[in-house]
């Protein structure tokens, strides 16, 4: 049950929108083994007047994507490998044949289960659910 936030500048229009979303929902299924009918994706995107990296305005496009997951659930390998890949699709979808800004990131969150959760039972919750009935 990822939840992904993502700015971007400059402003876009609502097919690129979607475009970004599905395929930032699929690269959580195939690299964090995250289930795309749970997979939220939320974007916000900016005038490019109103992104500074160093104190300057941004020259070029450019993109912050922050990825929550539960603690625990995804190796070190495979958030290295979420990261790359988004990162890559950020600069396809985004770049138009030019770099991104330098400082474009993709950041994730690890949350712990007992802190977050979807439809009203927290990921903790969840787990002990599924440990009861398997058990």
């Known amino acids: ?6 700015k971007v500048a400059p402003l876009l229009n609502p097919p690129q929108y979607r ?22 994706v939320v974007i916000d995107d900016l005038p490019a007047a109103r992104w500074y990296i160093a104190g300057r305005a941004v020259e070029r496009a450019t993109a912050l994507l ?3 997951v539960t603690s625990g ?6 958030k290295e490998a979420f ?27 690890e949350v712990a289960g007992t802190d977050w959760g979807y439809s009203g039972i927290s990921q903790a919750a969840r787990r002990q659910q599924l440990s009861a009935v398997s058990g």
């Open 1 to 6: 049950m990822p939840t992904l936030n993502l």
């Open 19 to 40: 475009a970004l979303a599905l395929a930032l929902t699929r690269l959580t299924a195939l690299h964090l083994g995250k289930r795309e009918a749970v997979t939220a």
């Open 66 to 68: 922050e990825v929550s």
């Open 73 to 78: 659930t995804n190796t070190v390998e495979q």
């Open 83 to 109: 990261i790359a890949a988004a990162f890559a699709e950020l600069q396809r979808q985004l770049g138009h044949g030019q770099p991104l800004e330098e400082a474009s990131y993709v950041i994730v969150r």
